[in-house]
């Protein structure tokens, strides 16, 4: 009966109260829709940013005529670094290996040698793309029959940064969508309570609790809430069946990148706006309604 008057009760002031109703549901559902892209966007380049780290290859070159002592001996402090470089994360390459490597990649540029110039090398993929660095420093100085190694230097800096940056503004750009849309939600609900404060006053005065007056107006919030994510999630799905098909063709992504699925991302954004109308709600009768 309680929970039937609460619903009468916020239904009744978001008709009285349309045109603020509409604005903040609108601004919800600008939100929430920026919000949506803004998750999209930021979990596919997220996503392809930790495929290019997975690519991220320290390697290090022996000499031509490196012993097999000496192979073993560096093997061994690799091994060592097992905070660094995940299980199996090492691959040796013979001299005959890269040959035949490079003979698929360019073959035009070993097709007339007469001896195989290539050295063998270990192929060390790091746990992060930034623990790079560290595996390199730990092998200095140069262990005995190693050449060089390459840790891929400022390919490896760049998508460190990018990672980085993607999430500084995927942070920022959410938490002020955030604002606004809890901001709005909290001057309609002020407005509401403004236009009914006789009624509130003779409430309290026969005795209604503090949560009964409350209940209509935390549930008006979280409806203006719900309305405006359920509105940008059908816009982010005619965006989703419409627009991106004719974008994707375009984009030359490596294999296995993707955006967070469609269902989840719409869960999310039906749960943030709900904690947004609750937060509205709750903040206004907090500081404006003296109860």
Do not use: H
């Not at 002031?13 to 509409?22: K, P, Q, R």
């Not at 940064?161 to 609900?189: D, E, P, R, Y």
Request: hydrophobic share 50%; glycine share 8%; with cysteine.
């Amino acid at each position: 009966m309680r929970a039937k008057l609460f619903v009468g009760e916020a239904v009744r002031s978001i008709g009285a109260n349309l045109s603020t109703t509409v604005a903040a549901t609108m601004t919800v559902l600008i939100g929430m829709f920026l919000l949506g892209l803004f998750i999209a966007l930021g979990s596919w380049v997220l996503s392809w940013t930790n495929r290019v780290e997975e690519g991220v290859v320290v390697k290090v070159f022996f000499e031509q005529d490196a012993s097999p002592q000496q192979l073993n001996a560096v093997r061994l402090t690799l091994t060592e670094m097992d905070d660094l470089i995940p299980p199996n994360g090492i691959k040796f390459v013979s001299k005959e290996d890269a040959l035949e490597l490079m003979r698929q990649r360019t073959p035009a540029l070993v097709e007339n040698l007469t001896s195989n110039p290539f050295p063998p090398s270990y192929e060390v993929r790091p746990t992060r793309a930034e623990d790079a660095d560290d595996i390199v420093n730990r092998l200095a100085p140069l262990p005995a029959g190693v050449s060089k190694i390459n840790d891929g230097g400022e390919t490896t800096d760049r998508v460190v940064q990018v990672a980085k940056i993607i999430g500084a503004i995927f942070l920022l750009g959410s938490i002020i969508l955030l604002i606004a849309s809890t901001m709005l939600i909290s001057n309609t609900i002020r407005l509401s309570i403004f236009s009914r404060r006789r009624e509130i006053e003779v409430m309290k005065l026969v005795g209604a609790s503090n949560w009964f007056v409350r209940g209509p107006f935390m549930l008006e919030g979280l409806l203006c809430g719900l309305a405006g994510a359920l509105l940008a999630v059908l816009l982010l799905l005619l965006a989703k069946e419409i627009a991106l098909p004719a974008i994707l063709p375009r984009l030359e992504a490596s294999e296995g990148v993707s955006a967070l699925s469609f269902p989840i991302m719409a869960l999310i954004l039906l749960g943030v706006s709900l904690l947004v109308g609750a937060a509205g709600s709750g903040i206004t009768l907090r500081r404006f309604l003296r109860i």
